[in-house]
Structures are given as structure tokens and as C-alpha cells.
């Protein structure tokens, strides 16, 4: 969580900023608020990173995710394809605004693969949420022809690919919209926040209208304002967007230094029996917060997350046993545990989504071991971990051999 690792005196000036004014809301307010906008110029430093036109924050990446779809026309009854491997959120905002999940198999890029997509496809299917998960990126060229050649819609759930891209185009801005998290865990955070990006001005008006009660935030009388679609509030507060401010300053070098300390580590492992990586789109795009092992198998990555354990190794995730970033631990989705009834519960799903058959994704993610880079780490620390890892991966594959 490397944006956490440099809280500082930057985002401390940024919050006093606010705090002076006691404004903390990010509307209106203009002689109180002293020419502060955070909200508004944490947007600007988003775009300037990622290229998009527009950018609109909102209260978290979940939000943001389920704001993309819907300002996309995404909604009741409509299938979204979707990967059996994010981080559950993913799933619950194409539930909660009303569509069907339908999984597909994602491939060594830890993504959904063209050909997973175009396998689940039915007459019923809107929209593919792509998610670009580990801080990498999905092979896009792939996938945006079988978007074009079955004309769906594309949403982008980047939530922890901020600041990557692929061949110069930032992942989230290759479809009608897309989203970022920066919650504690992402590469910069704002506490809690996310951002919403877009290229098309009026799917930019709708989602800036639908995530604030469908304000058109024209004028100055908040009352007043025109509300051209029914919202609700997935508002950012000027607290959360000053520290998102502040840390999304830091993400380039963040992220120079994330990259540093991957290609070392990779330099290292890759003469290790045993190691492969995960497949990475786009190497120059990689904003490079975690390191992916794959290993041989299910089995030998077991044996690996057991080794790094007795040896005290930490800072990694076996996701194959996630509890809420990979669909075998998922039994309150299987068994439709929910507080109150959903659209998928009345109109059905294509799928069971208890008996999925997902051999590809089980395969590739039973065999993954991710190393959250920590963007502090000197050379040393590198190094030293590098063969930490070595050491234990190769007790890990003699136990195969005995
Ligand atoms: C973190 C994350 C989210 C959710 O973001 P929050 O800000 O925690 O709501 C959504 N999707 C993906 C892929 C994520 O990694």
C-alpha cells in the first residue's frame, strides 16, 4: 500500500487547507469557502495522470464502479460479463444496480481473457466490467475486438490499476467509463474515495448528476438546481479529496519506484526453478504495486504460502483462499444470502452460480502468489526478500519431488 507508506506533511497542508474554512463540503458555498476545492482539483490531478477528459470523485471505488455502470446505460436485467477473480465489489455493484453478473475465465494477465468473454456471450448481454487487477492490465487489444464485433458496452473496474496503462492509453478510459479506488490499500489513498473517468462529456454529466441526487450542479443555489435523472449520494467530502489530492501528487514517483524494485526482484526470481510471472500486457505500462508469482501448480504454491509462513515471510496474498477476492469462498453470492431481494433473485441468471465451471481462472489463480511492492523498500530490503523467496520456493518444489 504504497501511498499509505508516504503520509506526510503534504497531505497534512492539504487537510489544514480545508479545515481553515471549515467548508467541507465540495458544492457551492463560494465566500466561505475561500477559493478551496479540493474535490475539484484532486479531478484535475486525476486527469493529468490518466489523460481522461473527465474525472469526478465520489465517495469510494465500489461507488465509482457502480456510477461507470450506470452512467453507461447499464442496469435492470442487462448481463455484465465479469471475472471470477476481483475483489468482490466488482460483483456487488452489477448487483446493486439492478444487472446480472455472468462470470468468465480470466488468463495469466489475472484479467478476463477475449476468448472467456466471447464464450459467455448470450442475446442478453450488455456490457463486459473488465477489471485490470494486481496494478496490471488486460491484453486490450483482444478484448476491444470482441467488444466492437459483438457491439457491447465496456466498463472499466481499474480499482487498483490506477496510473497503469496499456500501449499509452490509461486503463479505465478504453471503454464508455471507468473507475479507481483510493481506499488504504490502493497505490494512493484518500482514506476512502474513488474517482470516475470518462472521455464522453454526457455520460460525465450523468454520473456527476446520478452520484449527487441528480444535481446538475448548475448555479448557486443548491435547492434550485435542475435534476435531470434520479441519483443518490456517493458525494466525496473536501477532507477525503485533500488527502486524495496530496497523495495522487506522489503517485509518479510512487510508481518509478515501484517499477525499480519489481524489475530487481523480477531480475532475481526469474532464475528460480519454479517461478514463472504473471503475464504483464504491457511491461511499460505496469504501475507495478504487486509482484505476481505463478507457480507450477495449485499444490506447489501451497506448499510456497506454507514455506514464506514457517520462515516469516509476509507482505503477500495467496488470493486463491481470499475470502473476498475470489469466487470459491463466495458462498453468500452461491446461496443468494442478501439483506433484502435483488433484481437478479426475480428475473434469473444464465448461470448457477454454485456450479461454475471456471477451469482456466482456478488454475491460474490456485498457482498466484502476489508481494505488495512497498514503494520505501531500499536495495537491500529487495534483495534480501528476493531470496527469502527464492530460498523458500525452492524447499517448496523439492517437497514435490520427495
Ligand atoms: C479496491 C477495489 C474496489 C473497491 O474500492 P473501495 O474504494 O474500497 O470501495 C473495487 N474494485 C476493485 C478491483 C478493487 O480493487
Redesign the pocket.
Known sequence: MPGTELFGAEERKEIMDVLETGMLFRYNHDQQRNGIWKAREFEAEVRKITGAKYAHAV???????AVAMAASGVGAGDEVIVPPF?????IE?VLFIGAIPVFAEIDETLCLSAEGIEKVITPKTKAVCL???CGGMADMDAIMNVIKKHNLVLVE?????FASSYKGISTGLFGTAG?Y??????IATAG???IFVTNDENVYKLADAYSDHGHNHVGHNRGMEQHPVLGFNYRISELHAAVGLAQTRKVPQIREANRKHKKALTEILSKTEGISFATIADPDGDSATFLNLLLPDTESAKRTVDEFNKAGIGGFNYWYTNMY?FINQWDHLKEMRTASKLPVELLGSPQDYANLYLPKSQEVVGRLISFGIRCTWTDEEVKALANNIATCVKKAMLAATV
Request: glycine content about 12%; proline content about 0%; overall charge negative.
Open positions: 465517495s469510494n471505488g465500489s461507488a465509482a464502479a476481483t475483489f468482490i465489489a466488482t455493484a477489471v485490470h487487477m473496474d481499474a480499482g487498483q490499476a473507475s479506488s483510493f481506499d488504504f490499500f490502493k476512502e474515495g474513488g477476492h
